[in-house]
């Protein structure tokens, strides 16, 4: 049975700017959405919800211990394909080779740098939960700086709570015909304060409380734009808060990008009332997460070896030596390939030019200063993790 209170809605006055169309012009009022306060509420799951939550759980503990010695390079890659399904799903998405160029800051796209910064919003806030024991408003503005610091439209807004009214889809010009008007934004501070209290608490099973953060998030939407990707990365956030993760990020949006009309619809009844749905699909998109990742750190695990068979390096030449470091760095430079093997920076390209001979590196920029490679297998298993999981493009 719910028992959690549905939106409200308020009627408020709305006047249209620069050069609308006629209609929405003509709008002169509209019906906000109002979150419940929810800081002090009971949540009682379903019992398939609750096996669903025990599940996942247990899944996701399991997923981070497997990082072990290889704990940068797994982490790094859990990382890299919660940021790219993240984005992906607000149709954020770039080729591989311009992704792995913004990756090591050469020259991209704005979508490919975009991308990188959601991967440092996402390690932000759940560093920073980690590291205070808290989910807290100062680490979330951090992060959405980090995220919009660079976007053409909203880089005013950057790190900022919003200040105008917001609503999603709809007219560009007013909330005409919009599927969600978020409450206005003198009522936000106070949602916020709430929704932090919320996220706080101790007395709630993990994933349903990272659960109802993010679907309470996404009905708050208090950015000007950025607010999926900040609001995926709060169930990272709480999970790392909680201590059910210690070292890696559960790829739960490359689960929710298999089937993002199911995702933004459960969001969108969670507004209803209706949270054990929300909650539910968020523990089975965890275990689905989880057990694609498995697979791709067992992938993963067997590439040096396989690199090792095509290039056939001398043991202790500089070909070991980078082979040994393409799993936590699967893209870099010349100097950084350098450092690598111990070696000046003007003798590692022949050992780089065998290794692309062999096919363990692609050069992914050929520009005279800005020469870049990248172990391809590491980039491309986020695309067969995402495939695993159902997503076809």
Known sequence: ???????????????????????????????????PHIAELSYYPSHDTMVLLETAAIKIAALDATA????????????RSESVSS???????????????AMIGIKSSANARSMVAATDAIQAMIT????????????????????????????????????VQNWIKGS???????????PPPDLVP???????????????????????????????HPFTDGNGRIGRALIGAVSRRRGLTSTTVTPIASAMV???????????????????????YLAESAIRATDAAKVSIAALQELPDMWTDMARPR?????????????????????????????????????????????????????KRNRAWAATEVLDEVDRLNKRLGFVE
């Open 315 to 367: 043991r202790n030449s500089a070909d070991e030596k980078i082979i040994a470091r393409l799993l936590e760095r699967p893209v870099f430079e010349a100097h950084t390939a350098a450092h690598f093997a111990g070696v000046k920076e003007n003798s590692i390209y022949a050992a780089l030019d065998r290794l692309v001979d062999s096919g363990v590196l692609s050069l992914v920029s050929s520009a």
């Open 87 to 101: 984005s992906k799903i607000e149709h954020v998405e770039a080729n591989r080779e311009d992704y792995a160029k």
């Open 1 to 35: 049975m719910e028992n959690w209170p549905a939106h409200t809605s308020e009627e408020r006055a709305w006047k249209s700017s620069g050069r609308a169309p006629r209609e929405d012009r003509e709008l002169s009022k509209i019906d906000v959405s109002i979150p």
């Open 258 to 280: 298999a089937d993002v009309k199911q995702y933004f619809s459960l969001v969108n009844n969670y507004r209803a009332g209706e949270v054990d749905a929300f909650v539910g």
């Open 68 to 79: 072990g010695a290889q704990m940068a390079a797994i982490s790094g890659f859990l990382l």
């Open 190 to 220: 106070a949602l916020l304060d709430d929704l932090f209290a919320f996220a706080n608490r101790t007395n709630i099973p993990v994933l349903a409380q990272a659960a109802i953060t993010h679907a309470q998030f996404e009905s708050i």
């Open 128 to 163: 920073a939960a980690g590291k205070t024991g808290a989910v807290g408003q100062d680490a979330m503005l951090v992060a959405h700086g980090i995220l919009m610091k660079d976007d053409p439209t909203h880089a005013h807004y950057a790190g900022r709570i919003r200040d």
């Open 172 to 182: 560009d010009y007013s909330p005409r015909g919009a599927i969600h008007i978020p």
